[in-house]
């Protein structure tokens, strides 16, 4: 696609309920990230893929989250049994490779959850 | 544990003047590279300026400049010519050579530039 693209844009969920979050990254991207922006916070470094293995996971705040990468594109951010500390927004990028000072990272608009 | 510090959380400035925003950041590592991002009201994080570690020569980008300090662990940016579409939030970010794939982020700083 021409652009990093994030579904669902909105996720209003109870609290406990699994959520899924999609990425798909721009076409032809090997490098993909997920950040979390908590309100007036910055972003959160969660987990990167080189293809569809993930070498640094140190982000995931806990086991109740977790991603995979499949096919070398569409990427799932599942957060299970959802707290309302949970409630961000969710940042998808991809770059051409990994690394971000040789490859521009592009960014997707997020996806905002709200945890009720 | 690496870390960056923005330490003002909003500003605002007059169309076609000049502002900078300050960014702190600490690490062990010597090797590295910066980042400012600027995110508008869509959200979709842009790449602003970049600098390498190990150049003294600060970075420059149409308006758009940095005053990269390493002793001191300082990387500013400054805006000239500010234009009402800079409003947005501005991210100092760095990543290590050690591991690109992960972009370590400040809290941001809120830039309303008024006409």
């Known amino acids: 696609g021409a652009g990093v693209s994030q579904s669902p844009s909105n996720k209003v969920t109870e609290k406990g309920k699994d959520v899924e979050l999609r990425c798909d990254p721009i076409?032809?991207?090997?490098?993909l990230y997920w950040y979390r922006q908590s309100l007036g916070q910055g972003l959160e470094f969660l987990i990167y893929f080189q293809g569809n293995s993930a070498p640094d996971k140190s982000g995931l705040p806990s086991d109740r989250f977790s991603a995979e990468r499949t096919g070398g594109s569409v990427s799932t951010l599942t957060i299970q049994r959802t707290q309302q500390e949970d409630s961000a927004v969710y940042l998808c990028a991809s770059s051409l490779v990994q690394g971000a000072f040789g490859n521009t990272i592009y960014f997707g608009e997020g996806s905002w959850l709200t945890v009720v | 544990a690496q870390t960056v510090t923005q330490s003002q959380p909003e500003m605002s400035v007059q169309e076609a003047e000049t502002v900078t925003l300050s960014c702190t950041y600490d690490t062990s590592e010597s090797n590295y590279y910066l980042f400012w991002y600027k995110q508008p009201p869509s959200r979709q994080m842009i790449l602003v300026i970049r600098q390498e570690a190990y150049k003294q020569q600060n970075a420059t980008e149409n308006r758009f400049s940095v005053n990269f300090q390493k002793a001191a662990k300082s990387f500013s940016l400054k805006i000239s010519d500010s234009q009402l579409g800079d409003t947005a939030m501005y991210f100092c970010?760095?990543?290590?050579?050690?591991?690109?794939?992960?972009?370590?982020f400040g809290q941001g700083t809120t830039l309303q530039v008024k006409p």
């Open positions: 970010a760095f990543i290590l050579t050690s591991n690109t794939g992960k972009l370590i």
């Open positions: 076409s032809g991207h090997t490098a």
